[in-house]
């Protein structure tokens, strides 16, 4: 079954600093990932996903994320940190025969001046 | 365009009472699923329909869970006999098949 691991509940960086927030996965065929963001009190909102189309994938607010399959990972990262990016982030992976998603634990993220 | 809707944004019942939520998903997307988003548990897969299929329900964790989806478009979870380990955020998010989702804002449901 295919599953994903999210090191780390929460993160705290300077604003202007890189984010980098860890996702491995774990799955037996190619996976469609992805990572969703939430923002406090709000549903989720999507980020960016991976498709098998490229391995570097950008998304929106200026967050790309890189599939490596060498290291079963799917990180998702921005050059640099803004006070409006602390929300939580969700890793998740499309999972059995149909659409539905099983997802991390979620990321913490804070952004401190 | 409108987005995934969900009422109530709040439900607080008393523990043994039925609830029914409502998730209304965006026009013209075959596809509507149920989450749950809970301290313990984190984010889980309830139940996923898709067009006229029947629907997956391997996410639902009892028996006092069901949902329908009438004419396609509009779906009613249900609990019954409330507990208060059913205390959570019920996601509903809709997508065309095999495409991305879009998520509600949820239903804050508080069993006391």
């Known amino acids: 079954a295919q599953s994903v691991t999210q090191l780390g509940s929460h993160v705290s960086v300077s604003e202007g600093a890189l984010v980098l927030l860890r996702c491995n996965y774990s799955s037996s065929v190619p996976p469609y990932l992805f990572w969703y963001v939430q923002y406090p009190n709000k549903g989720l909102q999507l980020l960016l996903k991976?498709?098998?189309?490229?391995?570097l994938v950008k998304g929106i607010n200026g967050f790309e994320a890189e599939f490596k399959k060498s290291e079963t990972s799917f990180h998702l990262t921005k050059p640099s940190a803004h006070m409006s990016d602390a929300a939580e982030y969700f890793c998740?992976?499309?999972?059995?025969?149909?659409?539905?998603?099983?997802f991390g634990t979620g990321t913490q993220l804070k952004v401190e001046l | 365009g409108a987005g995934v809707s969900q009422s109530p944004s709040n439900k607080v019942t008393e523990k043994g009472k039925d609830v029914e939520l409502r998730c209304d998903p965006i026009?013209?997307?075959?596809?509507l699923y149920w989450y749950r988003q809970s301290l313990g548990q984190g984010l889980e897969f309830l139940i996923y329909?898709?067009?006229?299929?029947?629907?997956?329900k391997s996410g639902l964790p009892s028996d006092r869970f069901s949902a329908e989806r009438t004419g396609g478009s509009v779906s009613t979870l249900t609990i019954q006999r409330t507990q208060q380990e059913d205390s959570a955020v019920y996601l509903c998010?809709?997508?065309?098949?095999?495409?991305?989702?879009?998520f509600g804002p949820g239903t804050r449901l508080t069993v006391t």
């Open positions: 026009s013209g997307h075959t596809a």
């Open positions: 998010a809709s997508s065309s098949y095999l495409d991305e989702q879009y």
């Open positions: 991976y498709t098998s189309a490229a391995t």
């Open positions: 329909f898709q067009g006229n299929s029947a629907p997956d």
């Open positions: 998740a992976v499309r999972t059995g025969g149909g659409n539905k998603l099983t």
